[in-house]
């Protein structure tokens, strides 16, 4: 046989017998994960992992598989007349084994299961949850320390079987003591534990669920918690609630805490401090490079937390200690110097008994402290042991549990000498209520306080029942976990169906709004939307129809007559394949635009009677878009909204009168509103903002601008919206695109990617959609062919359609994690579509009749233009335009009869009409107040971006052509760009 083929069949003889024992080592490490779970723990990242996990593989799975194929090759050549067949068979063999072994796999792990719940969606945990970030719970006014130890894969059972544990002679008897002494929930004879639900059956699962009442319930394989920036930021832990009553909180632990993502959980929820393995070895708390199991041993997290202690009880804040031990961790645990010998061979119970002893005298030593007497302790196994073996000796039908104790409790349970069933999820409220909080309804998350009389979801459900739910698909998880969810899965779910919703005008003479629904996602075949509206009974009044526009959104009139106050509720219906609701409105109708700054403002102009307050909530001028800042000086700011500092700001406009101020930090400003109007108390930074009207707080908390409107004629707040003003596409795809005609054929040509968001165009396409105003119904799909490493070429037949009315959409496909980009959303003249600025030019000065461009700065001089782009200029007569250096202000207006310009370091103002349309045009240098505006017809155009601003505006049809920005564009080496 060739020697190429013997390589060869030796790689995938190799392979397969060494995914065959990977199964075999999988199987019998994690006997009790489930399938998601599972693959949670092998997809997570090696970071942190033990050593004798990976020994352990290699030991297992490596060694047998390397030392089989050696003596394969060995033998095969000692047989050189039948090597081929030998080899051959041996190949057959090591397929067989890996079927074998994988048939097995998917059986024990009913993967057929797991593929179908991945598609099947439950809402129990939603129906079921209470929000703890929301409860009222109140704390008494000296509040206890808490010392919360996970105790590694601590289960009851190890106790002898009269106390309620399901061994002959117990592995624990200290820490079954310990129960006896506290609380655990069992009758007035036997010792009970925590159920362990799906979602909750690994370290970090447990630790998430006993902090926060929920199962780690997520989309895992492609999105590791360990890889993420935000760990489940809409829930609210333990962690939180101790933080809001200024309780100094520490996460102690001989391990990495990185592994599985708890560094990321425990500083996002509570911002505790991190002491774990890599602390301990950089602050020489163990010896340098000191490394045992999984970091240090239990003995020294001990020693380490007897210290910690001391220091935390120092302090005069309340303190939360927070542990984790490891010398219990599957297979056969840790054996330290403290180990003895009580049980042979068995290791694992040697070691279980040794952590029994160890886990009690620490618990005696907090017991002789001082601050004992105003401490809680909390002991509970994070959850049952993998290493199922070990409890082989449990009695038929004995239902596992983890180890759970509290000692010290503030307060009693109400169902007293009576057994609970209880699961780990539990352990959240009734944590909190053992320090003495009182807890309005008795629940957190899904867990409910032990303490009182109220049934658990447990004794109300089952246990079956509750991994049943668990088990399939929430997307109300996926919701709370903030993670990135890719597009295919979303339609493969059916999961986040959206759009943009919109009030767009109000005609107060027949009484109706002008409703607007753009860019739905998320749903297929889509063939019709409607808005259905409600009062705010949740009657139903009436359901309208929407129709196509020419930009491709739906429009539609809502008459609010049968709306006493205008109030109610609108829900738009998208109809595809079924139903979604992709959109609401709710509220006072007449001005629920809050996707839209710019509408919102233009609502806000037909009233006459109002006040309007603003106070901002965290960095909103760093990255929100420019014409919306411009939105904000119409709306009456006067102070300055420069786009590089994190400003706090507010505004007060009251009838004629604006009261504003900006600052870097905390600003409280206090007035009563004109006309005998209520007290006003306005507060804004980085983390919130308040404002206060006649002792009601109406800002809606969120993260940007916040804004209230009072009415005087209705002497009441009629609307409170907040915009986020986030440039969601500031970090997404942008390119240069240019289209060139050429009788009915057009080439459109895209280059200066800016390819933030996408890791190589090697993985990604480029796609469009294009129409005019009769097209509309039947837009042209489009892909781009790549020319280049940096351009992209699409040639297109627009026989039939309209060049002055061409609406154009591209967009950039990521292949490998399945997500859209827009990179650009135009309509206008595709004659103006010039990737470069020259050729714009040149066009426009040969067709400037019924049209005008009109160009302003920002923080960018025209000295700095293109040769070709200042020749052109000069050539047609502009000239102190070109002058301005950096930091200065100027502007350009020029139609086909007359040339307007202007610079200077003060602000500039140009006013002028065409055909009773007006255009109103305003720049600012940095040392003023750094925007650029252009308004026409009151309505803002200006992209106001660093760079050249230009419009182009047709005075005839009335008809915005053309929005831009030319500047130097920082993601092509200081090219010039053409942004729309």
């Known amino acids: 046989m060739k020697h190429s083929k013997i390589i060869l069949i030796s790689i995938f003889t190799f392979i397969f017998t060494l995914i065959g024992f990977g199964i075999i080592w999988c199987l019998t490490t994690w006997t009790r994960l489930s399938m998601d779970e599972l693959v949670f723990e092998l997809s997570a990242p090696l970071r942190g992992v033990g050593k004798d996990m990976l020994t352990k593989f290699l030991v297992k799975c490596l060694m047998p598989t390397s030392l089989l194929v050696a003596l394969l090759l060995f033998f095969s050549r000692k047989a050189a007349k039948s090597q081929g067949r030998i080899l051959v068979f041996s190949l057959i063999i090591s397929m067989a084994f890996f079927a074998v072994c994988a048939t097995i796999f998917w059986e024990k792990h009913d993967v057929t299961d797991y593929i179908r719940n991945l598609g099947d969606e439950s809402t129990f945990i939603e129906d079921n949850y209470v929000d703890a970030g929301t409860v009222d719970i109140t704390f008494p006014e000296k509040k206890r320390n808490l010392i919360y130890i996970y105790l590694e894969s601590m289960e009851l059972t190890y106790g002898a079987i009269e106390n309620g544990g399901g061994?002959?002679?117990?592995?624990?008897?200290?820490?079954?003591?310990?129960?006896?002494?506290?609380?655990?929930?069992?009758?007035?004879?036997?010792?009970?534990?925590?159920?362990?639900?799906?979602?909750?059956?690994?370290?970090?699962?447990?630790?998430?669920?006993?902090?926060?009442?929920?199962?780690?319930?997520?989309?895992?394989?492609?999105?590791?918690?360990?890889?993420?920036?935000?760990?489940?930021?809409?829930?609210?832990?333990?962690?939180?609630?101790?933080?809001?009553e200024g309780y100094n909180q520490e996460l102690l632990l001989g391990s990495d805490a990185n592994f599985g993502g708890r560094t990321n959980f425990y500083k996002a929820h509570g911002n505790y401090t991190i002491h774990d393995y890599v602390y301990a070895n950089e602050n020489g708390v163990i010896p340098k490079d000191y490394y045992e199991?999984?970091?240090?041993?239990?003995?020294?997290?001990?020693?380490?937390?007897?210290?910690?202690?001391?220091?935390?009880?120092?302090?005069?804040?309340?303190?939360?200690?927070t542990m984790l031990t490891v010398d219990t961790h599957f297979w056969d645990g840790y054996v330290c110097h403290l180990c003895r010998n009580e049980f042979g061979d068995n290791q694992y119970a040697n070691v279980m008994c040794c952590s029994s002893r160890q886990v009690t005298g620490f618990v005696r030593w907090i017991q002789q402290q001082d601050f004992y007497e105003n401490t809680t302790i909390v002991l509970c196994g994070d959850h049952t042991t993998m290493n199922e073996a070990f409890t082989s000796e449990k009695p038929e039908g004995y239902e596992r549990k983890t180890y759970t104790v509290i000692l010290n409790s503030a307060v009693n349970r109400e169902r007293k000498e009576e057994k609970i069933e209880y699961s780990t999820l539990d352990m959240f409220p009734t944590t909190i209520a053992a320090l003495g909080a009182s807890i309005s309804g008795q629940q957190l998350g899904l867990g409910i306080n032990l303490f009182s009389g109220k049934e658990t979801y447990v004794e109300l459900y089952g246990l079956d029942f509750i991994n049943r739910e668990f088990k399939k698909g929430s997307s109300f998880m996926d919701s709370l976990a903030d993670i990135v969810v890719d597009e295919e899965t979303m339609r493969q779910h059916g999961w986040l169906p959206d759009a943009d919703t919109n009030v767009i005008s109000y005609n107060e003479e027949t009484d109706t709004i002008r409703v607007s629904v753009d860019n739905i996602i998320n749903v297929k075949k889509l063939s019709k939307v409607y808005a259905i509206t409600y009062d705010e009974a949740m009657h139903r009044i009436s359901k309208t129809k929407m129709e196509l526009m020419p930009d491709r959104s739906y429009e539609c009139d809502v008459s609010l007559k049968k709306l006493p106050h205008k109030m109610g509720q609108i829900i738009i219906e998208a109809v595809g394949d079924k139903k979604y609701t992709v959109g609401e409105l709710s509220g006072y109708l007449p001005l629920q635009a809050h996707d839209s700054l710019s509408i919102y403002a233009d609502l806000l102009e037909s009233y006459d009677n109002i006040a309007i307050i603003m106070a901002n909530n965290g960095d909103f001028t760093r990255t929100a878009i420019g014409s919306d800042l411009n939105v904000i000086h119409r709306l009456g700011m006067t102070g300055k909204l420069y786009k590089s500092s994190d400003l706090c700001m507010y505004c007060v406009i009251d009838g004629q009168n604006s009261n504003c101020e900006t600052s870097e930090d905390l600003l409280i400003y206090d007035c009563v509103l004109s006309e005998n109007g209520p007290p006003v108390h306005i507060e804004s930074s980085q983390d919130h903002a308040s404002i206060v009207i006649?002792?009601?707080?109406?800002?809606?908390?969120?993260?940007?601008?916040?804004?209230?409107?009072?009415?005087?004629?209705?002497?009441?707040v009629i609307d409170s919206a907040c915009f986020e003003l986030q440039y969601k596409d500031l970090n997404h795809p942008r390119a240069n695109l240019d289209i060139k005609l050429d009788g009915d054929n057009a080439t459109i040509t895209a280059s200066q990617l800016n390819l933030d968001e996408v890791d190589s165009m090697e993985k990604a396409s480029l796609r469009g959609?294009?129409?005019?105003?009769?097209?509309?119904?039947?837009?042209i799909d489009f892909k781009f062919n790549k020319d280049s490493d940096s351009v992209y070429i699409a040639d297109l037949d627009l026989k039939g359609?309209?060049?002055?009315?061409?609406?154009?959409?591209?967009?950039?496909?990521?292949?490998?994690?399945?997500?859209?980009?827009?990179?650009?959303?135009?309509?206008?003249?595709?004659?103006?579509?010039?990737?470069?600025?020259?050729?714009?030019?040149?066009?426009?000065?040969?067709?400037?009749?019924?049209?005008?461009?009109?160009?302003?700065?920002?923080?960018?001089?025209?000295?700095?233009?293109?040769?070709?782009?200042?020749?052109?200029?000069?050539?047609?007569?502009?000239?102190?335009?070109?002058?301005?250096?950096?930091?200065?202000?100027?502007?350009l207006v020029i139609d086909s009869s007359s040339i307007n310009e202007g610079s200077d370091y003060d602000d500039l103002q140009y006013d002028c009409s065409y055909n009773e349309n007006v255009v109103s045009l305003y720049c600012s240098c940095w040392d003023n107040k750094y925007y650029s505006s252009i308004m026409i017809n009151n309505h803002e155009v200006c992209r106001n971006d660093h760079g050249i601003n230009g419009v182009v505006y047709n005075y005839v049809t009335d008809m915005v052509e053309d929005?831009?920005?030319?500047?130097?564009?920082?993601?092509t080496d200081g090219d010039f760009l053409m942004e729309r």
């Open 167 to 244: 061994f002959r002679t117990s592995c624990i008897p200290e820490l079954e003591e310990l129960a006896k002494e506290g609380e655990c929930f069992g009758s007035s004879d036997t010792l009970n534990g925590a159920l362990v639900p799906y979602g909750t059956t690994w370290t970090m699962g447990a630790m998430f669920a006993q902090s926060t009442g929920l199962p780690l319930k997520i989309s895992v394989g492609d999105n590791m918690m360990s890889d993420q920036e935000n760990f489940f930021p809409e829930i609210t832990s333990i962690g939180e609630r101790l933080a809001r």
């Open 293 to 321: 199991f999984w970091g240090y041993e239990d003995e020294k997290l001990f020693e380490i937390a007897k210290k910690d202690l001391k220091e935390l009880s120092s302090k005069d804040e309340p303190f939360n200690l």
């Open 694 to 716: 006649d002792g009601v707080d109406y800002a809606s908390a969120g993260k940007g601008l916040n804004i209230v409107i009072y009415d005087y004629s209705k002497e009441n």
């Open 769 to 779: 959609v294009i129409w005019d105003g009769t097209h509309y119904k039947h837009p």
């Open 801 to 891: 359609y309209d060049p002055t009315d061409i609406y154009l959409e591209v967009f950039l496909y990521d292949d490998e994690i399945k997500e859209e980009y827009r990179v650009i959303d135009w309509n206008g003249n595709v004659n103006l579509l010039k990737g470069a600025f020259a050729e714009e030019l040149s066009y426009l000065f040969d067709n400037l009749q019924d049209r005008v461009l009109i160009l302003s700065t920002v923080d960018s001089s025209p000295e700095l233009f293109e040769p070709a782009v200042q020749d052109i200029l000069k050539e047609h007569g502009v000239n102190s335009f070109l002058e301005p250096y950096e930091d200065s202000s100027s502007f």
């Open 963 to 971: 929005v831009f920005t030319y500047d130097a564009n920082a993601f």
